[in-house]
Nanobody, 119 residues
Framework: QVHVVESGGGLVQAGGSLRLSCAAS????????MGWYRQAPGKQRELVAV???????NYADSVKGRFTISRDNAKNTVYLQMDSLKPGDTAVYYC?????????????WGQGTQVTVSS
């Protein structure tokens, strides 16, 4: 079983920064995908940023140039550095980790961490 725990959320003023962390632990085989998603009240969960095993990254248009995703493979940890935050970034942020075990794909979600940006 794999456990995923996020941390680093909080309340920040517009223009400020936060850094989210997500650590995976347990019976980990081969993580090939680490991503951050967010869900604002009344809206669907959306992809924010993803980093895959080769190191390639992808970002939602709304956060390009402001957010940076990175990872520490030795610690099975992914980070999301969020700069120039806007009130529209307010949401619960979730970490999503995927791994392949032979031909099977497993997916794990964290419990979420609240990010609130005040104007």
């Amino acid at each position: 079983q794999v456990h995923v725990v996020e941390s680093g959320g909080g309340l920040v003023q517009a223009g400020g920064s936060l850094r989210l962390s997500c650590a995976a632990s347990g019976n980990i085989f081969s993580i090939n995908y680490m991503g951050w998603y967010r869900q604002a009240p009344g809206k669907q969960r959306e992809l924010v940023a993803v980093i895959i095993s080769g190191g390639s990254t992808n970002y939602a248009d709304s956060v390009k140039g402001r957010f940076t995703i990175s990872r520490d493979n030795a610690k099975n940890t992914v980070y999301l550095q969020m700069d120039s935050l806007k009130p529209g970034d307010t949401a619960v942020y979730y970490c999503n980790i995927r791994e392949m075990v032979g031909p099977l794909r497993y997916e794990y979600w964290g419990q979420g961490t609240q990010v609130t940006v005040s104007s």
